[in-house]
């Protein structure tokens, strides 16, 4: 039943595309009627600031983390292990 | 004192690890639930009160202080208890089961700990039958991430033990209860620093992501669980309000978050998210209000079931395909459905999804910021969150079930074993019950704090914030394709670091000994001792000797004289000596009689 859910909705990612982007328009668009009751800070106030939030952060997580990988903290898989086998005390 | 009934949940799970070597087959099976239902039902059943106190003339030592947060507590570490068996009851290897019945019998113990000393007997229990379960995947990685986890939970359980004994010193008790953030001291940082380690607030964090990456897959579910939220109760007892926790909360959930993009295993992209939501917690324990440390406590409950539903899932297909990391997995959709559900619901949890029990707890930590007007963090929480919706809910998914048409490797023949699915079933179940009915949960909490999850506003920012970043990563999906490199984190200084010191061992020190102080040895000390020797010598030839020969030659020539001089061999020399000789002693006899 799963599989065949999977499958179809593979088949017709148009569809399933569509439906996500309305669901996404309807989100902010629908956050103009609610009411705020306990509103915090200026973010609260502006319909659709946690969805802009959301989606600047995810791009500001991914883009910052890559960049930090890519210049400082990437390094080959075997990094920790090649100099012990380069010695011959690969072994335990 | 309290006079209900009390046996030590502990108690059941040391009790089986004797028995359960001995049962075979279907007893074995039966044993292996029985024995976790019976110490959850003890649990519910225990009145609050102080039970097992021994005293002695110095010391009270308390191992059960029944309360509602260490009831609260137990009964999520029973529960998993039960779930995280289940899930590898399909081992042959009884070793699993012992260790991990022991670490959840000793965490158990940390958390009726009513003074340190008992708390830090179990904490090393803690660490000792955690560290089997790493030991226990019997391979070389393994072997390694093990003797680094075991030096470095020694090194933080040292620093708890100088803690507790500065502390006995300066105030004679070890009451395991609030230390005083007016009055903190060395006594108080240092049995701070052992509970950050074992909570991996980072830069105290790299042996977490480390011996889960490495431990047996049935062993990184139980781990998940008990070693960072048995910290985090201990921070709960000890700092609750302690500011320094809220800075260092914020930075570990976003930390956690940035690493989990950079790495490509699973298991290990797990454990980073373990620091991103124990940051949360730690975050509830700094603002110290009854909401907030409501709210780390209902997210410690939460985070343990939902964690472990996702260790399970991403174990099963490590269980059946051999493989954990992202670059190597893919296209699993069609081979592995349910524990592809199952998986989701623990990303779904994990994300704070409204109807997921992650919604109902991490929202009441954040709402504790908001309330204390603690906006950054409340900003900086609310980030991490959306970071792990990011990873756990989609990029953990997504990398192993779709992303590729087809396994780059042979298809798997069939999904988990059934207990796997079953325990991931039930835990499943237990996440979305929580998420749908919060009113279970928040009747456990220890504190009297009124909150509402499911408010319109706050159902609709969830909502907003989780489909705008899914919006996000469906759009950047390019730049996150999983690649096959690590991440470089703190435990480089102690991997590269104690490589380096071997090295400088070998090669430096090595080097300074055969080169420089082997060259001052002989260009400037050897002369130097050949130059006191040959005085020395000199002295010993000339003047010791000339002293001993000369006074020797000396004494011959006198005693030959004289033996010439006495012993002449004349008789009549020899009676005038005797006779006058006689004549002197009657002499000197006469005048003294006189």
Redesign the interface.
């Known amino acids: 039943m799963?599989?065949k859910f999977?499958?179809w909705a593979r088949k017709n990612m148009f569809f399933v595309k569509a439906i996500?982007y309305a669901?996404?328009v309807l989100?902010?668009v629908?956050?103009l009627f609610?009411?705020?009751?306990?509103p915090?800070?200026i973010g609260?106030f502006i319909p659709?600031f946690?969805?802009?939030?959301?989606?600047v952060?995810?791009?500001?997580?991914?883009?910052?983390?890559?960049w930090?990988?890519k210049k400082?903290?990437?390094?080959?898989?075997d990094?920790?292990e090649d100099?012990?086998i380069k010695e011959g005390r690969g072994?335990? | 004192m309290s006079s209900g009934f009390f046996v030590h949940p502990s108690l059941f799970f040391f009790a089986g690890m004797i028995i359960l070597p001995f049962l075979r087959d279907l007893h074995r099976k039966v044993f292996m639930v029985a024995l976790p239902v019976a110490a959850l039902v003890t649990v519910i059943n225990i009145d609050p009160g102080i039970y097992g106190t021994i005293k002695t003339s110095s010391l009270d030592l308390i191992a059960g202080r029944a309360d509602k947060m260490s009831l609260m507590f137990a009964h999520v570490f029973t529960l998993m208890a039960l779930l995280g068996t289940i899930y590898g009851m399909h081992l042959r290897d009884n070793w699993q089961i012992l260790a991990a019945w022991g670490y959840v019998g000793s965490a158990l113990g940390c958390i009726f700990a009513g003074d340190y000393l008992t708390l830090f007997l179990f904490w090393e229990g803690l660490m000792v039958t955690s560290v089997c379960l790493v030991f226990l995947r019997r391979e070389?990685e393994a072997?390694?991430a093990g003797y680094r986890y075991f030096l470095v939970h020694t090194a933080g359980g040292l620093a708890l033990l100088a803690g507790i004994f500065l502390l006995y010193h300066n105030t004679g008790s070890i009451a395991f209860g609030p230390l005083p953030a007016s009055s903190a001291s060395w006594p108080a940082y240092l049995i701070m620093a052992g509970f950050l380690l074992n909570a991996a607030v980072p830069p105290l964090h790299a042996w977490l992501p480390d011996a889960y990456g490495s431990a047996t897959v049935v062993g990184s579910v139980f781990m998940c669980a008990y070693t960072t939220k048995t910290a985090v109760y201990a921070l709960a007892r000890a700092f609750p309000g302690f500011e320094i926790l809220i800075v260092l909360g914020v930075i570990m959930s976003l930390y956690g978050?940035?690493?989990a993009?950079?790495e490509?295993d699973a298991r290990r992209l797990l454990s980073y998210h373990i620091i991103s939501q124990v940051g949360y917690m730690v975050t509830g324990v700094g603002i110290g209000t009854a909401m907030s440390l409501n709210g780390t406590c209902a997210h410690a409950y939460a985070h343990i079931l939902y964690k472990a539903l996702l260790f399970m899932g991403v174990g099963a297909v490590l269980e059946v395909t051999g493989r954990s990391k992202f670059s190597e997995l893919g296209g699993l959709?069609?081979y592995m459905?349910?524990t592809?559900?199952f998986t989701l619901v623990g990303g779904l949890s994990i994300s704070a999804f409204p109807g997921f029990s992650g919604f109902v707890s991490k929202s009441m930590v954040v709402a504790g910021a908001?309330q204390s007007?603690l906006?950054w963090a409340?900003i900086g929480l609310?980030?991490a969150s959306?970071?792990t919706f990011?990873h756990t809910g989609l990029k953990v998914p997504y990398f192993i079930w779709f992303w590729k048409e087809r396994p780059p490797f042979d298809p798997p023949k069939k999904e988990a074993p059934v207990n796997m699915q079953i325990a991931m079933g039930l835990t499943a179940f237990f996440c979305i019950f929580i998420g749908l009915r919060p009113q279970a949960l928040y009747s456990m909490l220890p504190f009297n704090a009124e909150y509402h999850p499911y408010?319109?506003?706050h159902v609709?920012?969830s909502?907003?914030?989780?489909?705008?970043?899914?919006?996000?990563?469906f759009l950047?999906i390019k730049?996150?394709s999983p690649?096959?490199?690590?991440?470089?984190?703190i435990d480089w200084f102690y991997?590269?670091g104690g490589?380096l010191f071997l090295k400088f061992c070998r090669g430096g020190l090595a080097r300074l000994e055969n080169g420089l102080i082997m060259n001052i040895h002989q260009t400037l000390f050897l002369p130097l001792l050949k130059i006191i020797s040959s005085f020395s010598a000199w002295n010993d030839q000339k003047v010791v000797d000339g002293i001993v020969d000369g006074s020797a030659v000396s004494t011959m020539a006198l005693s030959n004289k004289l033996s010439t001089a006495m012993q002449s061999g004349v008789l009549y020399r020899y009676l005038a000596a005797m006779l006058s000789a006689v004549a002197v002693i009657v002499g000197i006899t006469i005048w003294m009689v006189k």
């Open positions: 799963i599989v999977i499958d996500s669901t996404l989100l902010v629908a956050d609610v009411p705020r009751e306990h915090h800070f609260d659709g946690w969805a802009v939030f959301g989606f952060a995810c791009a500001l997580i991914i883009v910052v983390s890559k930090l990988g400082f903290l990437f390094r080959p898989e990094y920790y100099e012990e072994h335990v | 070389k072997l390694r978050v940035v690493y993009v950079l490509n959709w069609r459905p349910y592809f559900i908001w007007h906006i409340a609310t980030l959306a970071g990011l408010t319109l506003y609709m920012e909502w907003q914030i989780l489909l705008f970043t899914m919006l996000g990563f950047l730049k996150l690649e096959p490199l690590i991440g470089l984190d991997r590269k490589g």
